[in-house]
């Protein structure tokens, strides 16, 4: 994948709130490094500044109160989870290392999906246009990461058909089923997920859903990862 002449932009769709999801990107991003290019994380957080000063702080301790003091680290939707803490941790020591350019922030919260939607993928362009030949490697809700319609969610474009077409190729994630962290008909807890079929851990990149170019798959029954906020 990392071959691939022009890519531009690795979406990564989840169910927020697992444990193998965030573990699994955060090797995704790792083995990016071997294009030498610049590289982007994109996460689904509105509050720049908050992984700004993350990524700023010399202080592991500090590190870690930074987003956890934010409004955005007290919502159960499995976006500010243990998991996706842990991910920031590392994401922090590769910015550290040299090896990671920046994290942006690209949710949009508004009274229209449809314009959230195009706002998360002009935020995603913004980001790297001061660096043309950044890749940019993005987690987010499997939803977002679609570059079609899906008439189950709405008449309206994805966040994934915003971006540019041959630049970009959208991963829909896969495991054993197992569990996930979120909230459903206000119960907040573990809930259950149906297996994808997922067997080996990986990336294929065969169009099996529409509006995806292939699966990552983490190849393991799903564990709920808690708030990191509890």
């Known amino acids: 994948m990392w071959a691939r002449s022009g890519l531009r932009f690795v979406l990564v769709g989840e169910t927020h709130g697992t444990t193998e999801t965030p573990a699994i990107f955060g090797d995704l991003v790792c083995s990016a490094r071997v294009t030498k290019r610049p590289i982007i994380v994109g996460l689904e957080f509105r509050e720049q500044k908050v992984l700004d000063r993350f990524l700023e702080s010399r202080s592991d301790e500090l590190r870690i109160k930074e987003p956890l003091s934010a409004d955005e680290w007290k919502g ?94 959208s991963l829909l994630v896969t495991d054993r089923g197992g569990e996930a962290w979120n909230c459903q008909s206000g119960s907040c807890e573990p809930h259950k997920l149906g297996s994808t079929g997922a067997m080996d851990r990986g990336i294929t990149l065969i169009s099996l859903y529409p509006g995806y170019d292939g699966i990552l798959s983490t190849g393991l029954p799903a564990t709920a990862s808690i708030p990191a906020k509890h």
């Not at 996706?84 to 922090?92: H, T, V, W």
């Not at 987690?139 to 971006?163: D, I």
């Open 76 to 169: 159960t939707d499995g976006r500010a989870s243990e998991a996706m803490l842990l991910l920031l941790e590392r994401l922090g020591d590769m910015k550290a290392d040299g090896s990671l350019l920046s994290i942006a922030a690209f949710s949009a919260a508004s009274d229209s999906a449809a314009r959230d939607e195009e706002a998360m993928a002009a935020a995603l362009i913004r980001a790297s246009a001061s660096r043309p030949d950044s890749l940019v490697i993005v987690l987010t809700g499997n939803v977002h990461a679609s570059k079609k319609k899906l008439l189950e969610v709405g008449p309206y474009q994805l966040m994934g058909s915003f971006l540019p077409t041959t630049q970009t190729i």
